[in-house]
């Protein structure tokens, strides 16, 4: 990372909310449900599926977690009435696990019955290592009455997953493989590329020889190839896997997947809470920073 990248990361607390908002709209599609759902029909025209989530985490009341879940069959509604190929992405903490197990589970609960009237999906995304067991067993619960409805995500990084994914119940199963973004402990995860790209990998294989459809969430370009030539050497077609990207990254590459003929979904995230998501992106991204600065200059 050069001299200007580290000038612009620092800056990155100080940063006038508008200008912030400038550089944003790349991550996300804005603070309302409406700008989400014409960002998704935009990228439903050029042949891309949809992830829509709510940016946000921990909550901190029940009245909060449900108003949250409320929100988000809401958004399922409004991909329904639109004709937008999208589901909805929700977070464990975003609807109170922190707060109680088993009000995560309600909510979750209802989001699937929802989403099962509309004929869509819901994927339970995976947070922080604290959050894994229970995570896992909200999805096995519901999972039990509702396989085609909901998925689950799980991450390379991780040096448990391989066991979670053998552990895993019979029936049809539908994951999302991440490399996984929460910096954790050297005792339990890898903390190198390799072995995390190594277990990515590894973890895809043992998926696919479960039947399970696997959403490949990656920008790795090399990974992606090593990914679709295993895909070919195990006979498996495109009704079993896609790319998954987030709104605003390498947006060439996943065109580029997409041209090649293979199914790709975008994630795109809205909601108030966008400065917080807008950060961590930029710091994987400074250059947008100086980007964005070089043209206030020019004005």
């Known amino acids: ?51 829509l989530d709510i940016l946000g985490e921990d909550v901190a009341s029940e009245t909060e977690a449900r108003g949250i879940a409320g929100e988000y ?31 995560a589970h309600e909510l979750y609960s209802q989001l699937v019955q929802h989403v099962d009237t509309l004929n869509s999906f819901v994927r339970i995304e995976m947070e922080d290592h604290t959050t894994t067991d ?18 689950v995500a799980l991450q390379s990084r991780l040096l448990r997953t391989s066991q979670d994914i053998d552990a895993l119940l ?3 199963l539908n994951v999302r493989m991440v490399k996984g973004v929460y910096l954790e402990p050297a005792r339990i995860a890898y903390t190198d590329p390799t072995p995390i790209r190594e277990a990515y990998l590894e973890g895809t294989r043992r998926l696919w020889e479960r039947g399970a459809f696997v959403a490949l969430a990656t920008h790795d370009e090399l990974m992606a ?40 979904r975008v994630y795109v995230p ?25 043209d206030l200059v020019r004005r």
Do not use: C
């Not at 809205?270 to 070089?294: C, D, I, M």
């Open 1 to 51: 990372m050069g001299v200007l990248d580290r000038i612009a990361l620092a800056a990155l607390p100080v940063v006038p909310t508008r200008l912030m908002r400038m550089m944003s709209l790349r991550y996300i599609a804005g603070e309302r449900l409406e700008q989400a759902v014409e960002r998704l029909a935009g990228l439903t025209s050029e042949g891309f599926r949809g992830a």
């Open 73 to 103: 069959a809401a958004a399922a509604d409004a991909l329904r009435e639109r004709k937008i190929d999208a589901y909805i992405s929700v977070k464990p903490t975003h609807l109170g696990l922190r707060l109680s197990e088993e009000l």
């Open 134 to 151: 229970a995570t896992l067993r909200i999805f096995e619960r519901i999972r039990e009455s509702s396989p085609q409805r909901l998925g």
């Open 170 to 172: 019979e029936g049809p």
């Open 225 to 264: 190839e090593e990914l679709v030539a295993l895909a070919k050497s195990m006979g498996i077609g495109q009704d079993q896997y896609e790319f998954q990207v987030l709104l605003g990254v390498r947006t060439p590459l996943w065109r580029a997947w997409r041209d090649a003929g293979h199914p790709v």
């Open 270 to 294: 809205y909601g108030p809470n966008w400065r917080a998501y807008s950060t961590r992106r930029l710091k994987k991204n400074p250059e947008v920073f100086r980007h964005v600065l070089k």
